[in-house]
């Protein structure tokens, strides 16, 4: 019954994104998604990634942000090949994607990429972290909606994506614990 009612209802918001659909938003909701590619993550992740490497005060977080990233990347693979679910189809796509649906994969590694970037700029400049948390927090919901937007992910599937994300957030976060120097 639970099960049902999700269906219909990423059904209907996938119809729903078909009928406000114009070739403007289009082509901005596909520069929004680049930002959630897993070619750019990757890409940004390594960039953070040896930045944390060679800085004194990053190097306390460099366990905390593998663990996140490789955690919600495996994790969310093994769910699209558990899950199995197609992705929208029909007229519902605005562009071309391959692979299963659920979890969205633009979801959950933008969540932990950016989740924990956010995370690392709050720690060094504490002044900041409103404005840090809100930057963050509009990226990774734009990036979602423009998976829905664009017809290539149901509703269910960003979310999924998310709570994925926040789980290995919270592992990556946990393992850094309170380093003595941030």
Do not use: N, Q
């Not at 406000?20 to 897993?38: D, H």
Request: charged share 10%; hydrophobic share 55%.
């Amino acid at each position: 019954m639970i099960l049902h009612t999700i269906v219909s209802a990423d059904i209907w918001f996938e119809h729903l994104m078909l009928t406000i659909r114009t070739p403007l938003m289009v082509r901005v909701f596909e520069i929004v998604t680049f930002f959630g590619e897993p070619t750019t993550i990757i890409g940004f992740a390594g960039v953070v990634g040896l930045t944390l490497l060679y800085t004194p005060r990053g190097r306390l977080f460099v366990i905390g942000f593998v663990t996140t990233l490789a955690g919600a990347a495996a994790s969310g693979f093994a769910l699209k090949d558990i899950v199995m679910r197609a992705r929208p189809g029909g007229l519902i796509p605005a562009i071309r994607e391959t692979g299963f649906s659920f979890p969205s994969g633009h979801a959950t590694g933008s969540m932990a990429f950016y989740g924990f970037v956010a995370f690392l700029l709050c720690r060094w400049y504490p002044r900041y972290a409103k404005a840090i948390i809100a930057t963050t927090t509009a990226l990774v919901l734009m990036i979602g909606f423009s998976r829905l937007y664009l017809g290539v992910h149901f509703p269910s599937d960003v979310i999924a994506g998310y709570l994925l994300s926040i789980l290995w957030l919270a592992i990556g976060i946990r393992i850094v614990g309170t380093p003595r120097e941030s």
